[in-house]
């Protein structure tokens, strides 16, 4: 900001350069006035007539006089610079005050301006993260979709082994008629005691291997021989709650999970007309011999 010392600087400046101006004009003045002296020869006038050429008419003779002077040489006008008008203690205080609140409306702009610019990108960056989140979300959709189909597929081939193997069942069961052997009639149940036990709580444990060896998808790693012995948890109603297969159990992995599985798809076990031998906490013996 210019103060008063670089006004008063400025306004002596040209001052000067005006006083050297007007100096200089006085100067020249001077001297393009000084006396100009004529040259006078003595003799009297000599008239001479030209011949052949066309006679010019005679200039009047013109009385000595001084020459004028030449008009004194000026210098080229110079421009002036505009003066500094001088300013009171109070109007620096006021423009000072002016300046400075230029310079913090200035800043204030400035700072309203990065403010602007700082939101104006936060909001880009939630919804950039909104954006993602709603694509995760319909990825995640679509892989819960698509593991439900997964699971659904497997149900389906699961119930057509399931069918399958009823029916090779059935297929093994049926009696051969001929004409020289009667038609047995089949067991009512599987008492595991070689059906010497007709008591209602074997004819329950019976109805309860039948059910899960119906639901049993054999793997073909099975081998013939196969003894197991099965924990199941049931509540009334036959609703299985838990399994787990104990010693002894020759099975390999795959096999013991596939019991177990048959297990849950026998759920809810044999219940009704069983209710007085209902058991919640028993072990089964499971076997398969070829």
């Not at 005679?58 to 009385?63: G, Q």
């Not at 009696?175 to 067991?187: D, F, H, I, L």
């Not at 119906?214 to 003894?227: I, M």
């Not at 999970?257 to 007309?273: C, D, F, H, N, W």
Request: glycine share 4%; with cysteine; aromatic share 4%.
């Amino acid at each position: 900001m210019e103060t008063f010392g670089d006004k008063a600087r400025a306004f002596l400046f040209a001052l000067i350069v005006h006083v050297l101006c007007i100096g200089a004009l006085f100067a020249g003045l001077l001297w393009t006035q000084s006396e100009v002296h004529p040259i006078d020869l003595k003799g009297p006038i000599i008239d001479v007539e030209l011949t052949g050429l066309t006679q010019a008419p005679k200039p009047a003779a013109r009385p000595k006089t001084a020459p004028k002077p030449a008009p004194p040489k000026t210098q080229p006008d110079v421009v002036k610079p505009p003066e500094p008008t001088p300013q009171s203690p109070t109007q620096v205080q006021q423009q000072d005050r002016v300046d400075r609140e230029r310079v913090v409306q200035m800043a204030q702009e400035k700072a309203e301006a990065e403010r602007a610019e700082e939101e104006r990108h936060r909001q880009e960056q939630v919804q950039l993260e909104q954006e993602k989140k709603r694509e995760q979300d319909i990825q995640k959709q679509l892989e819960k979709v698509k593991r439900q189909r997964e699971q659904a597929q497997k149900e389906v081939q699961r119930e057509i082994e399931k069918a399958q193997q009823l029916a090779d069942l059935n297929k093994q069961a049926k009696p051969v008629k001929t004409p020289s052997q009667p038609v047995p009639e089949a067991p009512t149940a599987l008492s595991g005691n070689e059906g010497k036990d007709d008591s209602l709580q074997a004819q329950y444990f019976a109805a309860i291997q039948n059910a899960i060896t119906n639901n049993w998808l054999r793997p073909d790693s099975t081998q013939a021989g196969l003894r197991c012995v099965i924990r199941i948890v049931q509540i009334p109603g036959g609703d299985v709650i838990g399994v787990q297969l104990s010693s002894p159990c020759n099975a390999d992995p795959q096999t013991r999970t596939s019991i177990e599985q048959a297990v849950k798809r026998a759920s809810p076990l044999p219940y009704k007309g069983f209710e007085k031998v209902f058991s919640r906490d028993f072990n089964l013996n499971f076997s398969y011999d070829g």
